[in-house]
């Protein structure tokens, strides 16, 4: 999030004042609350395209690497989570965006230099969405939100356990 809110400057005063009961209900830290502001521009309301033109992740200059930047700072902090949970292994983030189909996530898993946790590289995750659609079922409910990001998460933990070689 920290990412997103560099480019928070395009906000309006009206936007802000309507965004803070969102910052409230999300517990969202202080120094988090102008990258809040961009994330919800992004993922919790319509972008009105493939990305917000006045968003974070805007790039007129080339719209699938705006795409590829939005869809990495979505999953990259999940993937810290997994990486985290097995500090063993490494994972990957392989995007292929799209600006008029639909955007493909990828992450791989594989061990690191030394470690024989999993016999092969695995997919932990392969997901595909359009960029100018909502990832959220119900965007305004922040538990609604929690819980999808806890079902992604907990997709790949899941993923993780079954590909893990027991001893």
């Known amino acids: 999030m920290k ?5 928070v400057e395009f906000l309006e005063d009206s ?4 965004l803070k009961p969102a910052v409230h ?3 969202v830290p202080k120094e988090l609350v102008e990258a809040f502001y961009a994330y919800h521009m992004e993922f919790l309301s319509e972008p009105g395209g493939c990305t917000s033109i ?3 992740f805007f790039d007129d200059e080339d719209i699938k690497r705006g795409v590829w930047s939005k869809f990495y700072h979505f999953y990259r902090p999940i993937v810290n989570l997994i990486e985290a949970k097995y500090p063993r292994l490494q994972f990957s983030v392989y995007i292929d965006p799209s600006y008029d189909d639909t955007t493909s996530i990828i992450v791989i898993a594989e061990n690191r230099h030394g470690c024989d946790m999993i016999p092969v590289p695995v997919a932990v995750l392969n997901e595909s969405w359009k960029a100018w659609h909502l990832p959220f079922d119900s965007p305004g409910d922040p538990e609604s939100v929690y819980a999808e990001l806890e079902q992604i998460y907990n997709g790949m933990d899941a993923r993780m356990q079954r590909a893990i070689i027991r001893p």
């Open 3 to 7: 990412e997103c809110g560099k480019k």
């Open 25 to 27: 209900a999300f517990t």
């Open 54 to 56: 006045n968003g974070a």
């Open 15 to 18: 936007e802000v004042d309507n």
